[in-house]
């Protein structure tokens, strides 16, 4: 077996897609091999406590402090829940551990460069394209990952 701990990077795309089902055919007949399909969550794409002013009706406002946390956990929680179900109708007979995970960033590129260190990830398995409108023949994200990380990375279609 050469990998061991493979990371799969998710943003729901049919190129992701299908990058679970080969990190999955790669790992499938291992028991000790790992899975782990994985989101980054933009900071940017979470509500800013800093805008929060008159005239924002939001419900972790003034009084709430502990609401920014309960959302932010909420969502993490709620992307989970979403990859494992993505998960569990990709598994088939397979003998790894699979992990699905979500985690917050600042861009999507230094997030999955975070896990790869963090959790001693020895391939990459990704999408050459995501959700994003089509440009070039590979995305932004695939693109900067390669830069980025000392581990091999397959792109797939
Ligand atoms: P761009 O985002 O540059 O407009 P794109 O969306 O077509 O282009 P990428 O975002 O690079 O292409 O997506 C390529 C692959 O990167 C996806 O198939 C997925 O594996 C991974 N990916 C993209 N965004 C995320 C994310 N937020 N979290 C985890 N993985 C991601
Ligand atoms: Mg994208």
Do not use: W
């Amino acid at each position: 077996m050469y990998f061991k701990n493979i990371l799969v990077p998710y943003d729901e795309s049919d190129h992701a897609r299908s990058a679970i089902h080969i990190a999955l055919g790669l790992a499938g007949p291992y028991p000790e091999a790992r899975v782990s399909v994985v989101t980054v969550i933009p900071s940017a794409a979470l509500p800013n406590p800093t805008l929060l002013g008159e005239g924002f009706e939001i419900p972790y406002a003034v009084g709430d402090p502990g609401g920014y946390e309960r959302i932010m956990d909420s969502m993490v929680k709620r992307t989970v829940d979403d990859i494992q179900e993505v998960v569990n109708q990709s598994l088939d007979d397979a003998q790894c551990k699979v992990v699905a995970d979500a985690v917050i960033s600042n861009s999507p590129v230094e997030g999955i460069a975070d896990y790869v260190k963090s959790h001693d990830i020895d391939l990459v398995v990704m999408g050459r394209r995501g959700l994003g409108a089509l440009r070039g023949m590979i995305g932004s994200v695939s693109f900067g990952v390669l830069r980025s990380v000392e581990v091999p990375v397959l792109t797939v279609k």
